[in-house]
C-alpha cells in the first residue's frame, strides 16, 4: 500500500464527530459489479474550526479488516483562495482515524505519543533497542519538521501507542522531506521511501534506504530516477515479488505540468528503471500524491487527487504489473477548490476499496476527510 506496507498489504486514519447525513454514509449492500463502481462517501472528520488535511504525509496500516490512517490537524483560518485555510501561527497536530469494521465506521483518536513537530524534534532521540518488525501490531510513521529533522515513531499495538520520536539519518542528502512509505521484509530487515532534497536543497527527488538491524542503523540503497528540473517526490510502493519493488511518484516539471512516474527495481531497490507514466496529468497547484496498493486478485490500484476542474479523486487500475493502465475512475468530482487528496486505500475483506483523503466544498471552508469506498469490478 502506498502510505506503509506491511505483509500483503500496507498503510493505511478520525472520524467525525458531527451525525453523518444519509450521503455521508457508505453503502454496505453486496454488490458484484464487472465494471467499477462507487458505492458512496463518507464524511470521517469535520469539525467547524479546524483544518483536516494531508493523509498521504502520515501512514496507512492494515490488519484486515481493521484500518488505521493518519492524518494533520490545524486550526481552520480564512485564507486567499490559493492557500490552505488555515491558521499559521498555531502548531499542528498529528492525529488517527481507525475502523474495525472495514471503513463502515470511524473514531477520531488522538495519541499523546504523537508530538507537534516543534515538540518532537525537541524530544528525539536515538533508538537504542532494536524493533521487531514482525510483532503482530508493528506500525511504523516517518515525518520531518520544515527546518530539517526528520524523526521517527514505532508502534507494537496497531498505533494506540507510539514509541519515539527516533532521529533519522539524512543519509548524505542535502535533507530529507519524509513521508510514511515502508516494506517489511523480516523481524529486523525493512525498506523505506522517502523524498529527499535536491542539490539546491529544495524538494526534491525519491530515495530508498534500508535497515537490517531493527532500525538502529540505516544504508541509502538507491537514487530513483535522475535529479528532476522540478520536483519528483512522495512516492507510493508496492512489492510485486521477493526481488521486484515498483514505486510510483509525484512529478512535476519546471512549467508546472504535473503528473505521475513509475518507476520498477528488479533487485530489491538497488537499481530503478523507468517503469513509464501512470497518470499523466494531476492538475494545477503542483498536482497530487500516488497511492499505490495491490489487490488481492494481482491487480495494481492507483488512487490520487485531481486539481483541475472537474476537481476531485480518480484512480486508474492495471492487470500486467504496471506496464499498462486502464482508463480514469472518476471516483467524485464535486470539490470547489484545489485543495485535496493526498489519499490512502484500502481493500476489504470483500474486494471493495475504501480511500481516504482531504476535501473541501468551498473556497473558504473547513478542510475535511472523507472517504469513498468502491467496487474495482472484475477483472
Given at each position: 500500500?502506498?502510505?506503509?506496507?506491511?505483509?500483503?498489504?500496507?498503510?493505511?486514519?478520525?472520524?467525525?464527530?458531527?451525525?453523518?447525513?444519509?450521503?455521508?454514509?457508505?453503502?454496505?449492500?453486496?454488490?458484484?459489479?464487472?465494471?467499477?463502481?462507487?458505492?458512496?462517501?463518507?464524511?470521517?472528520?469535520?469539525?467547524?474550526?479546524?483544518?483536516?488535511?494531508?493523509?498521504?504525509?502520515?501512514?496507512?496500516?492494515?490488519?484486515?479488516?481493521?484500518?488505521?490512517?493518519?492524518?494533520?490537524?490545524?486550526?481552520?483560518?480564512?485564507?486567499?483562495?490559493?492557500?490552505?485555510?488555515?491558521?499559521?501561527?498555531?502548531?499542528?497536530?498529528?492525529?488517527?482515524?481507525?475502523?474495525?469494521?472495514?471503513?463502515?465506521?470511524?473514531?477520531?483518536?488522538?495519541?499523546?505519543?504523537?508530538?507537534?513537530?516543534?515538540?518532537?524534534?525537541?524530544?528525539?532521540?536515538?533508538?537504542?533497542?532494536?524493533?521487531?518488525?514482525?510483532?503482530?501490531?508493528?506500525a511504523l510513521t516517518?515525518?520531518?519538521?520544515?527546518?530539517?529533522?526528520?524523526?521517527?515513531?514505532?508502534?507494537?499495538?496497531?498505533?494506540?501507542?507510539?514509541?519515539?520520536?527516533?532521529?533519522?539519518?539524512?543519509?548524505?542528502?542535502?535533507?530529507?522531506?519524509?513521508?510514511?512509505?515502508?516494506?517489511?521484509?523480516?523481524?529486523?530487515?525493512?525498506?523505506?521511501?522517502?523524498?529527499?532534497?535536491?542539490?539546491?536543497?529544495?524538494?526534491?527527488?525519491?530515495?530508498?534506504?534500508?535497515?537490517?538491524?531493527?532500525?538502529?542503523?540505516?544504508?541509502?540503497?538507491?537514487?530513483?530516477?535522475?535529479?528532476?528540473?522540478?520536483?519528483?517526490?512522495?512516492?507510493?510502493?508496492?512489492?510485486?515479488?521477493?526481488?521486484?519493488?515498483?514505486?510510483?511518484?509525484?512529478?512535476?516539471?519546471?512549467?508546472?505540468?504535473?503528473?505521475?512516474?513509475?518507476?520498477?527495481?528488479?533487485?530489491?531497490?538497488?537499481?530503478?528503471?523507468?517503469?513509464?507514466?501512470?497518470?499523466?496529468?494531476?492538475?494545477?497547484?503542483?498536482?497530487?500524491?500516488?497511492?499505490?496498493?495491490?489487490?488481492?486478485?494481482?491487480?495494481?490500484?492507483l488512487v490520487y487527487?485531481?486539481?483541475?476542474q472537474p476537481r476531485?479523486?480518480?484512480?486508474?487500475?492495471?492487470?500486467?504489473?504496471?506496464?499498462?493502465?486502464?482508463?480514469?475512475?472518476?471516483?467524485?468530482?464535486?470539490?470547489?477548490?484545489?485543495?485535496?487528496?493526498?489519499?490512502?486505500?484500502?481493500?476489504?475483506?470483500?474486494?471493495?476499496?475504501?480511500?481516504?483523503?482531504?476535501?473541501?466544498?468551498?473556497?473558504?471552508?473547513?478542510?475535511?476527510?472523507?472517504?469513498?469506498?468502491?467496487?474495482?469490478?472484475?477483472?
Amino acid at each position: 500500500m502506498g502510505a506503509c506496507l506491511m505483509g500483503e498489504s500496507a498503510p493505511a486514519l478520525t472520524a467525525s464527530e458531527r451525525t453523518p447525513t444519509p450521503t455521508d454514509r457508505a453503502v454496505t449492500t453486496p454488490v458484484a459489479m464487472a465494471s467499477p463502481s462507487v458505492l458512496g462517501h463518507t464524511v470521517i472528520f469535520r469539525e467547524s474550526d479546524r483544518f483536516g488535511g494531508w493523509p498521504a504525509n502520515n501512514g496507512a496500516w492494515s490488519w484486515g479488516d481493521e484500518f488505521v490512517f493518519g492524518f494533520t490537524v490545524a486550526w481552520h483560518q480564512k485564507q486567499d483562495v490559493q492557500r490552505h485555510q488555515m491558521d499559521r501561527s498555531r502548531p499542528k497536530e498529528s492525529w488517527l482515524a481507525r475502523s474495525v469494521d472495514g471503513g463502515t465506521s470511524w473514531t477520531i483518536e488522538k495519541p499523546a505519543t504523537l508530538l507537534t513537530a516543534d515538540e518532537a524534534v525537541m524530544q528525539r532521540k536515538p533508538l537504542v533497542v532494536a524493533l521487531d518488525f514482525s510483532q503482530p501490531g508493528f506500525a511504523l510513521t516517518v515525518r520531518f519538521h520544515p527546518s530539517g529533522p526528520t524523526y521517527f515513531y514505532a508502534s507494537i499495538d496497531r498505533g494506540r501507542n507510539w514509541a519515539g520520536p527516533y532521529d533519522f539519518p539524512d543519509l548524505g542528502t542535502p535533507g530529507l522531506r519524509a513521508r510514511t512509505d515502508y516494506i517489511v521484509h523480516g523481524p529486523s530487515e525493512l525498506t523505506i521511501f522517502l523524498t529527499a532534497e535536491k542539490s539546491n536543497e529544495k524538494e526534491g527527488r525519491p530515495i530508498c534506504a534500508r535497515t537490517t538491524d531493527g532500525g538502529l542503523t540505516w544504508r541509502l540503497l538507491a537514487q530513483i530516477g535522475p535529479e528532476p528540473a522540478g520536483f519528483a517526490i512522495m512516492p507510493s510502493t508496492v512489492q510485486l515479488d521477493p526481488q521486484t519493488f515498483l514505486t510510483t511518484v509525484r512529478t512535476q516539471d519546471n512549467e508546472s505540468q504535473t503528473w505521475i512516474d513509475a518507476w520498477i527495481s528488479k533487485d530489491r531497490g538497488v537499481h530503478w528503471e523507468y517503469h513509464g507514466r501512470p497518470v499523466p496529468n494531476t492538475g494545477t497547484n503542483n498536482g497530487n500524491p500516488p497511492d499505490l496498493i495491490s489487490l488481492r486478485d494481482g491487480r495494481l490500484c492507483l488512487v490520487y487527487g485531481y486539481r483541475s476542474q472537474p476537481r476531485g479523486i480518480r484512480a486508474r487500475l492495471s492487470r500486467d504489473q504496471g506496464q499498462t493502465w486502464g482508463e480514469e475512475i472518476v471516483l467524485r468530482s464535486d470539490a470547489t477548490t484545489h485543495d485535496l487528496g493526498y489519499s490512502r486505500s484500502f481493500q476489504r475483506s470483500d474486494g471493495r476499496i475504501v480511500s481516504v483523503y482531504y476535501y473541501n466544498d468551498g473556497p473558504h471552508s473547513e478542510r475535511f476527510i472523507a472517504a469513498t469506498t468502491w467496487t474495482p469490478g472484475r477483472i
